[in-house]
């Protein structure tokens, strides 16, 4: 790591990216709609942008997101852009690694919530927007957190139902089904024995 100094770049050498939607067609359907500035223009796989470089003391277009051919006979296009193999092993690896914390590698059904996970950061992870932050991996971790929570989430709720047909059914619920009927009903006892105690002991508090 190494600090640089500002005064030491070339101002004609740099490359300057500034977030815009001016060159991505408006929406008209949505616009009775709209709540944010990217809801008036049709929907992309990633937060627009456009690169200007300085010739002379003037700025200078010299790329644009979402386009094909040069910057005059060229056209909007959604389709040429897309997860590099490169980004794509990164999420791979990102799932793994997340899914062997302690309180995931657990779950029998972790190799599902895995999956999930890598289809939901090959739908959002180009949606990355650097003009709101600067850290791509947080926003790759709280991907995973939410996806990997959703799973367990749905599994818990299939869980109850299952049990709950197994009870009526006059089967043994789930092992955990259990352990959460043992643990209420021994705090009903302790309860009461404390209630036995106060009376016992002429308070009531």
Same mark, same amino acid.
């Given at each position: ?7 030491? #770049?070339?101002? %004609?050498?740099?490359?300057? $990216? ?20 990217? @809801? ?10 456009? *690169?200007? =470089?300085?010739? /002379? ?8 997101? *979402? &386009?094909?051919? @040069? ?25 793994? $690694? ?5 309180? &995931? ?10 999956? /999930?996970? =890598?289809? +939901?950061? %090959? +739908? ?37 139902? $299952? @049990?709950?047909? #197994? ?13 959460? *009927? ?6 009903? &006892?302790?309860?009461?024995?404390? +209630? ?10």
């Amino acid at each position: 790591m190494f600090t640089v100094d500002p005064s030491d #770049l070339d101002p %004609s050498e740099l490359v300057y $990216r500034v977030m815009t939607f001016q060159h991505i067609p408006e929406d008209r359907k949505k616009k009775r709609k709209a709540r944010k500035v990217s @809801d008036l223009y049709t929907r992309c796989n990633f937060p627009p942008f456009k *690169h200007f =470089i300085i010739v /002379n003391g003037t700025t200078k277009e010299v790329l644009r997101s *979402h &386009w094909e051919g @040069d910057m005059i006979s060229g056209n909007f296009s959604t389709t040429h852009g897309k997860t590099t193999d490169g980004l794509a092993r990164i999420y791979l690896k990102l799932c793994e $690694r997340y899914s062997m914390k302690s309180n &995931w590698r657990g779950y029998s059904y972790v190799d599902e919530m895995r999956d /999930n996970a =890598i289809l +939901q950061l %090959s +739908q959002v992870g180009l949606q990355f927007n650097e003009f709101k932050g600067q850290n791509p991996f947080a926003y790759f971790t709280a991907t995973l957190s939410n996806s990997f929570t959703r799973v367990l989430n749905l599994e818990r709720k299939n869980q109850d139902i $299952r @049990d709950n047909l #197994l009870q009526e059914a006059g089967q043994m619920p789930s092992f955990n089904r259990q352990l959460e *009927h043992e643990e209420r009903e021994r705090s009903k &006892w302790d309860e009461r024995i404390d +209630q036995e105690r106060r009376e016992a002991s002429g308070t009531n508090f």
